[in-house]
C-alpha cells in the first residue's frame, strides 16, 4: 500500500475549523479508513460508543504507549535514568516503564553515558540486535558529542558515528524531567509516522538499513573511527561577513 | 613513627648493596620518598611490609609518572672586561644538556596495624623506550595487581613476577601508551563553533584549508527549505 | 583450583558463551557477563567459568567506561578538574569533591575555615546516606527483589538530592567544594531542612529494615556467602566497609582525622563473618552513625566564612611538590595524588579508585559459590564504574 505521492492528498473530511478541542490545531492526521467522516464527527459517534479509526492510528497508538527501553546503563546519565523510572517521575505514566534486560525485546535503546572507545562495539552490536522498529535516544552530552570527555583518547565522540539517533537530550546529566520530555518527543516522532508515503515508519522502508557494521579494535583507534553512512557531520558554519 | 632519613639509614644498614636515595618533596605537604634501585626493590618491600616497627601491610596507591626527556639550558655568566676600558660586560654562555627521560613507579604504603603512614617508595626505569622493566611488587602487596597493570597499560612500564600482565583499560590490540606526556591521539577531530588555544591548532592541523562554509549567509533558511520550491 | 592455575587464562575473544573441555572435570563453561547486564552495576564485564552452576574461575574486564579523566586533568587547571570529579563517583559527588580539594589543600598549604570543615562533613555524611541506601536497593534487585527496595531508597536519595540542588544548582554533580572552603554559604531555611530530613531518616531505616533485614530469602542468600578474610583484605587493600565486614577496624575518619572528625564521637561498626549480610548490616550500621554525625554537626555549626578569604581561584598555581590526600569515601578509600611542577596545571594527577581496588578479591569471594551469588557478592562490594575505569 505504498503511496507514490510526496504530499498527503487532502482528504475530504478534512476541512479547517473541524478539529476536536482535545486535537492539536495544525497537526495533519489523515484517517483514510475514516472516509468521508469529519473529525467532529467521528468524536460524535465516540460519545455514542462507536470508535472509528484507521490501522495506521491503532499501529502508532499501541506502540506509541508501549516503548520498551533496554536496561542498559553506561554512566553517570544512567542513575537519571533509574530515577526517572522511581516513584518521583515515574516512567511507567509514559508507558514505557518495562525495561528489557535482553536487546531483543526491546524498542528503545537510551545511550545514557559517555560510550568509550572500547565500548562502541558493544553498543553497535546490541543496537543490532534489537528487532525494528526501533529507536535511539542520545541522553547526555557524553552520548551526544563526548561532552566533557571529548578530549579524551578512549572516548568516542558521539554515538550518532555509528548508529542512527532519533532523539537528543542535552545536559549533563539531564534531569529525569528532560528524559521524560525526551521520550514525549520520540512518541510524538511515532505518532507522525504513517504506514505509507513520505512519513513512513523508517522501519518500513526497505532501503533503509537496520543493521550497521560493528568498529573492530585497532592498534591506534577504533577501525573504522566512524561510519560514514550514518555520520553526516553539518559543515563549519561561517558568520555572515560584515558588508 | 621513623622519619623517612631514619628508615633510609636502617634499609641501607640491612640492605648494604642496595641503593635507596631520599627524594625530598619541597612542596608543604613535605612528604618524603625513598627511591629504591630496581635490584633490591622486592627484597625492600618484603622488609618494610614484615619489619615490626614498620609494618607496611597496606600499598594503597601504586601509580606511574612519566618525566620525557628534558632539555637543560645551563646558563653560566661570565664577565669580560671590555677591551676599550669602560665597565666590564656580562656574557651568559649557554650549554645545552639532554637529560635522559624515565618512567617511574610510586607506591604509597601505610600500616593498618599500626595506623601510620605514609611511606613513599619510587623504583625507575633506565629509559623510556627498551629498558622500561622493575620489578613487581604485587608478590609482596597483593593491591598493587590492578594497579600494575594499569601503569603497564597506560605508561608502559613491565612488571617482572606479576601473574597477569595485560592492558586492563585500554584492548588488547592496542599500541600505544596513552598517559606518557608524548601521546598523540589519533586524529577524529570534530568541527567546534569556537575553536581556541590547542583546539584552534588542532584544527588547523585537520584542516589545512577551511572547509567550504555550509550555509553561506544570503543562503536558503531553514523555514524556505521546508516550505519547499513553489 | 588454586589462585595460581589462574595466571595462563585469557578472556575468550570469540563468541560469548563457548564450551571449555576439559578432561577432569566433565565440560566448563564459559559465561561472558556484561557489559551489557543488567545486574553488573554498569558496563563492568565478568567472564566467568562455570562447572554446572557453581563458579570456578572469575575474571574480572574492566575499561569500557575509561574516561581519561587523569590525561584529561593533566591538561586542565586545578579547579577546572573540580567537575570532573563529580563524575568520578557519580553517586556521591560531594564527598569525591572533598578529596580532591583535600590533596590541592594539602599540596598549596592551604587553610579551611570552620565553618567550611563542618559543612563538608555535613555534606559528605549525607552523601554516605544517599549512597548507602541506594548501594542496598540495588544489592536486593540483585537478590531478585526486582525494584522494590530501589524505590524507597530513591525516595529518601530525591530528598537529600533537593536539598543538593538547592545549595550548589545540580541534583547529582555539586561540584561544590572549593580549594579553601565551600562555594556558597547555606541559608538558614535550608540548615533547618537538612537538619529536620536527618531527623526523620531513622524512621526511613526503621522502616527499610523491617522490609530487609530480617528477609527470610535474604538470610539464606547472603549469610555465609562470599566470606573475606580480614588478613587477605588488608593485603589487597581493601578498604571502606567491605574491609571492616570482615571485622578490621581501619576506618580513615579514625585513623587520618581528617577535617573535623575528631570532634564528633560516632563508632566504628564492625562485621563478625565477613559475608554478605556482613556488608549489607555495615551500611545500614553506618548510615545510624551518619545520622549522629549530622546531628552534631548541625549543632554545632559555627559561624563564620566559608571560604579562606586569602584563597586564589584565579591564576592558582601550587609550589612544585607532591601531595597523596584521601578521604573515607562510602566506599573506601578515596584518594588524589597530586604532583606540582610550578604551573597551573597538575603534572600528575592520579585518582586512587576504591572500587577498583575493592574488586581485587573478588574472584576469590566468588569461587565455589554458584553464578547467581556472584551477582550478589558483586553487589555488596559496591562499585560505581565511573570511579573503577576513572
Redesign the interface.
Known amino acids: 500500500m505504498s503511496d507514490p505521492q510526496s504530499t498527503p492528498a487532502p482528504l475530504p473530511g478534512d476541512r479547517p475549523g473541524q478539529t476536536p478541542a482535545g486535537q492539536q490545531a495544525g497537526t495533519v492526521q489523515p484517517f483514510p479508513a475514516a472516509g468521508n467522516i469529519s473529525d467532529a464527527e467521528r468524536e460524535e459517534l465516540r460519545r455514542h460508543g462507536i470508535l472509528l479509526t484507521s490501522l495506521e492510528e491503532l499501529y502508532n497508538w499501541g506502540r506509541t504507549n508501549s516503548i520498551w527501553p533496554l536496561?542498559?546503563?553506561?554512566?553517570?546519565c544512567?542513575?537519571?535514568m533509574?530515577?526517572a523510572?522511581?516513584?518521583?517521575f515515574d516512567i511507567a505514566r509514559f508507558g514505557a516503564e518495562i525495561f528489557r534486560?535482553s536487546?531483543r525485546q526491546a524498542d528503545l535503546m537510551i545511550v545514557s553515558?559517555?560510550v568509550?572507545k572500547?565500548?562502541a562495539p558493544?553498543v553497535v552490536r546490541?543496537w543490532n540486535q534489537m528487532p525494528e522498529p526501533k529507536y535511539c535516544i542520545a541522553m547526555g552530552a557524553c552520548a551526544i558529542?563526548g561532552g566533557?570527555?571529548?578530549?579524551?583518547?578512549?572516548?568516542l565522540?558521539g554515538i550518532d558515528r555509528f548508529i542512527p539517533v532519533d532523539i537528543y537530550i542535552p545536559g549533563?546529566?539531564p534531569?529525569p524531567e528532560a528524559l521524560l520530555n525526551g521520550l514525549m518527543e520520540l512518541q510524538k516522532q511515532i505518532r507522525a509516522e504513517t504506514l505509507s508515503g513520505p512519513a513512513q515508519g523508517r522501519h518500513l522502508r526497505p532501503e533503509m538499513p537496520s543493521e550497521f557494521p560493528v568498529p573492530e579494535?585497532?592498534?591506534?583507534?577504533l577501525q573504522p573511527?566512524?561510519n560514514p553512512e550514518v555520520w553526516k557531520?553539518?559543515?563549519?558554519?561561517?558568520r555572515?561577513?560584515k558588508a | 613513627m621513623e622519619t623517612t632519613e631514619q628508615i633510609r639509614d636502617r634499609l641501607l644498614a640491612r640492605f648494604p648493596g642496595a641503593t635507596v636515595t631520599l627524594v625530598t618533596n619541597p612542596g608543604p605537604a613535605a612528604e618524603h620518598s625513598l627511591l629504591l634501585g630496581a635490584a633490591h626493590a622486592h627484597a625492600i618491600a618484603l622488609f618494610l611490609r614484615d619489619d615490626p616497627a614498620l609494618q607496611l601491610d597496606y600499598c594503597s596507591n601504586a601509580t606511574g609518572v612519566d618525566w620525557p626527556d628534558k632539555e637543560i639550558i645551563d646558563v653560566k655568566k661570565l664577565t669580560v672586561p671590555d677591551p676599550a676600558g669602560g665597565a666590564p660586560k656580562i656574557v651568559e654562555e649557554k650549554t645545552k644538556r639532554m637529560d635522559p627521560g624515565y618512567l617511574e613507579a610510586v607506591y604509597h604504603l601505610y600500616s593498618m596495624a599500626l595506623r601510620h603512614g605514609p611511606v613513599i617508595i619510587r623504583l625507575r626505569t633506565t629509559n623510556r623506550s627498551d629498558q622500561v622493566t622493575l620489578p613487581s611488587l604485587t608478590p609482596v602487596w597483593r593491591s598493587c595487581d590492578f594497579q600494575e597493570r594499569e601503569i603497564f597499560d597506560l605508561y608502559g612500564i613491565v612488571f617482572e613476577g606479576h601473574r597477569d600482565l595485560r592492558r586492563i583499560l585500554m584492548w588488547d590490540e592496542f599500541k600505544d601508551y596513552p598517559m606518557r606526556k608524548d601521546y598523540v591521539d589519533p586524529d577524529d577531530y570534530e568541527w567546534e563553533p569556537t575553536p581556541h588555544a590547542e583546539v584552534l591548532d588542532r584544527a588547523k592541523q585537520h584542516y589545512p584549508t577551511p572547509p567550504p562554509a555550509a550555509q553561506p549567509p544570503d543562503g536558503p533558511s531553514v523555514a524556505s527549505a521546508k516550505e519547499g520550491k513553489p | 583450583m588454586s589462585v595460581s592455575d589462574l595466571s595462563s587464562f585469557t578472556p575468550a575473544s570469540g563468541p560469548t558463551v563457548r564450551a571449555v573441555k576439559d578432561p577432569f572435570h566433565g565440560d566448563l563453561l564459559e559465561v561472558s557477563m556484561g557489559p551489557q547486564h543488567p545486574s553488573t552495576h554498569g558496563v563492568f564485564r565478568m567472564v566467568v567459568t562455570l562447572d554446572g552452576e557453581i563458579v570456578v574461575k572469575l575474571k574480572p574486564v574492566f575499561g569500557y567506561l575509561h574516561r581519561n579523566h587523569e590525561k584529561i586533568a593533566e591538561n586542565t587547571s586545578y579547579l577546572g578538574s573540580m567537575p570532573y570529579t563529580d563524575r568520578l563517583d557519580y553517586l556521591c559527588s560531594m564527598s569525591t569533591n572533598w578529596a580532591y580539594a583535600l590533596a590541592v589543600e594539602k599540596l598549596s598549604g592551604q587553610a579551611v575555615p570552620d565553618r567550611a570543615q563542618y559543612l563538608r562533613v555535613i555534606l559528605a555524611e549525607l552523601t554516605r546516606l544517599v549512597n548507602h541506601s541506594c548501594l542496598v536497593g540495588f544489592l536486593f534487585n540483585d537478590l531478585g527483589t526486582s525494584f522494590t527496595p530501589l524505590l524507597y531508597a530513591f525516595r529518601e536519595r530525591e530528598k537529600i538530592l533537593d536539598l543538593f540542588e538547592s545549595l550548589s544548582g545540580s541534583r547529582m554533580m555539586c561540584n561544590f567544594q572549593r580549594f579553601g572552603g565551600c562555594r556558597v554559604d547555606p541559608s538558614p531555611e535550608w540548615l533547618a531542612a537538612a537538619s529536620q530530613l536527618v531527623n526523620n531518616f531513622p524512621r526511613f531505616l526503621d522502616e527499610y529494615e523491617m522490609m530487609l533485614t530480617g528477609n527470610e530469602i535474604m538470610l539464606a542468600r547472603t549469610q555465609g556467602i562470599g566470606v573475606l578474610d580480614a588478613k587477605k583484605a588488608v593485603n589487597a587493600g581493601l578498604t571502606g566497609p567491605v574491609l571492616r565486614a570482615s571485622g578490621y577496624n581501619y576506618d580513615i575518619r579514625k585513623v587520618d582525622g581528617y577535617g573535623f572528625y575528631p570532634r564528633f564521637d560516632f563508632r566504628v561498626p564492625l562485621g563478625a563473618h565477613g559475608d554478605t549480610y556482613d556488608r549489607y548490616m555495615m551500611r545500614v550500621l553506618e548510615m545510624r552513625e551518619s545520622v549522629k554525625i549530622l546531628q552534631q554537626a548541625f549543632r554545632d555549626l559555627p559561624a563564620g566564612p566559608v571560604m579562606d578569604p586569602k584563597a586564589k581561584i584565579r591564576g592558582f598555581r601550587p609550589k612544585p611538590g607532591e601531595a597523596y590526600g584521601r578521604i573515607e569515601s562510602p566506599k573506601g578509600e578515596l584518594g588524589f595524588y597530586l604532583i606540582s611542577d610550578g604551573s597551573p596545571n597538575p603534572y600528575r594527577y592520579r585518582v586512587r579508585p576504591p572500587s577498583l581496588i575493592n574488586l581485587t578479591l573478588l574472584e576469590e569471594m566468588c569461587l565455589g559459590h554458584t553464578i547467581a551469588d556472584s551477582v550478589v557478592i558483586l553487589g555488596s562490594i559496591d562499585i560505581v564504574l565511573g570511579e573503577v575505569d576513572r
Open positions: 536496561q542498559f546503563g553506561l554512566a553517570c544512567a542513575i537519571e533509574i530515577a523510572a522511581t516513584a518521583r534486560p536487546p553515558g559517555t568509550t572500547k565500548m558493544q546490541l558529542s566533557p570527555f571529548k578530549q579524551g583518547y578512549n572516548v565522540k549533563c546529566p534531569r579494535y585497532g592498534a591506534h583507534d573511527p566512524k557531520p553539518t559543515a563549519p558554519l561561517s555572515p561577513t
